[in-house]
């Protein structure tokens, strides 16, 4: 699948790498279905992989993803596709809690999201950091 190829994975076979977080960013706005009657759903993302845009090291930890839906839902399958798209991009762990929230609200327009992403111990830190957006009624 190119950039410019509709944003959608296929339904069987394996799953093609993604080009950009942009294009993954599409994705999962292209997949998303139809929220049931739920209240919250999260995600645990337990292998997340970026990397440090000083050293270009790997950073490793895990991103959870915790949302009140509106009209829709992440599906499953592209959410990892888009996770899947920072494994060779540089971000802070910062940015990449802002960015993910961000780019969840773009897709799926829930009435609050939280993302918390835990980056494991590099130098002997570990860093936690949270991002929050909440839909406000006019």
Request: charged share 25%; hydrophobic share 35%.
């Amino acid at each position: 699948m190119t950039s410019m190829d509709k944003a959608w994975l296929p339904s069987s076979g394996p799953m093609p790498r993604p080009e950009s977080v942009e294009q993954a960013r599409e994705v999962i706005k292209n997949e998303a279905f139809d929220a049931p009657n739920v209240q919250e759903i999260t995600f645990n993302a337990l292998e997340f992989t970026a990397v440090c845009p000083k050293t270009g090291q790997p950073d490793f930890g895990r991103v959870e993803i915790s949302y009140v839906p509106d009209e829709k839902c992440i599906e499953s399958k592209s959410l990892k596709f888009y996770l899947w798209s920072y494994r060779d991009e540089g971000s802070f762990c910062e940015t990449l809690a802002a960015r993910i929230a961000d780019d969840v609200v773009y897709a799926i327009d829930p009435l609050k999201v939280t993302i918390t992403v835990y980056q494991s111990a590099r130098g002997g830190i570990e860093l936690k950091t949270t991002a929050v957006r909440e839909k406000h009624s006019s």
